[in-house]
């Protein structure tokens, strides 16, 4: 089972208990909002931030699907769910 099965399950649980709750919420934000700055793809992704750079240089993850440049700053934004589909199951 992936990260975000797992994740899915755990939402799907709290739904069921507390359909109100904010920790819900805070999840079905972080769903909607694929693309993501390093720092928050590092801990949704639960990874080094070199990591990233790394998978980056390597040509593991591919730019404009996987990530993309920030205007014409060296500062990058990450597509989490997709790259968590090329990391498979946790």
Request: aromatic share 4%.
């Given at each position: 089972m992936n990260?975000?099965?797992?994740?899915?399950?755990?939402?799907?649980?709290l739904q069921v208990?507390?359909?109100?709750?904010?920790?819900?919420q805070a999840y079905r934000d972080a769903c909607a909002t694929p693309w993501a700055k390093a720092?928050?793809?590092?801990?949704?992704?639960?990874?080094?931030?070199r990591t990233l750079v790394r998978w980056r240089q390597d040509g593991k993850i591919a730019?404009?699907?996987?990530?993309?440049?920030?205007?014409?700053?060296?500062?990058?934004?990450?597509?989490?769910?997709e790259i968590a589909k090329l990391m498979g199951p946790a």
């Open positions: 990260i975000k099965d797992h994740a899915d399950k755990l939402a799907q649980a208990m507390a359909p109100d709750a904010p920790e819900l720092s928050d793809a590092c801990n949704r992704l639960l990874v080094a931030p730019e404009g699907i996987h990530w993309q440049r920030l205007g014409l700053s060296r500062h990058c934004v990450y597509n989490v769910p």
